[in-house]
């Protein structure tokens, strides 16, 4: 994945509402939100990634992404694109608000990487 190929990323704000957001994932990933909201635990968070990852992904996985182990590589063993990845991006940035930088997606290779990512810029939001 080249930086080049990915559009820059722009300053986002929270999906107004985040239940509508997550209205086309699955029952399990709008429950790990909602559990999210109430504990605030970033694990909560996992099927979350995972049900937006399997939202945009290219060719689906013969395996629930669940069941990869975490070191499966976002592009060359799922199939992601840059298109593929600006989407996840831009769902990512809408439903958290915040932003990621070219410069920060380009590190993450993995579902670990990926996960991590995630945890870690949620832990990044003021009030947290």
């Known amino acids: 994945m080249k930086t080049s190929s990915l559009p820059a990323s722009v300053h986002s704000t929270p999906a107004p509402n985040p239940a509508e ?17 109430d504990d605030g635990n970033l694990s909560s968070l996992d099927p979350v990634v995972l049900a937006i990852l399997e939202d945009f992904i290219p060719r689906r996985s013969a395996v629930p992404l669940a069941d990869l182990p975490g070191t499966t ?43 991590s990512f995630i945890h870690r810029k949620v832990a990044l939001q003021p009030g947290r």
Do not use: C, M, Y
Not at 74 to 97: K, M, N, P, R, W
């Open 73 to 115: 590589r976002l592009i060359e063993d799922l199939g992601f694109d840059s298109v593929a990845i600006t989407e996840v991006v831009f769902f990512t940035e809408d439903l958290f608000g915040f932003t990621i930088s070219n410069e920060e997606i380009i590190s993450v290779r993995t579902l670990d990487d990926l996960r």
């Open 21 to 37: 957001s997550l209205r086309h994932l699955p029952v399990s990933a709008r429950a790990a939100f909602a559990q999210f909201q």
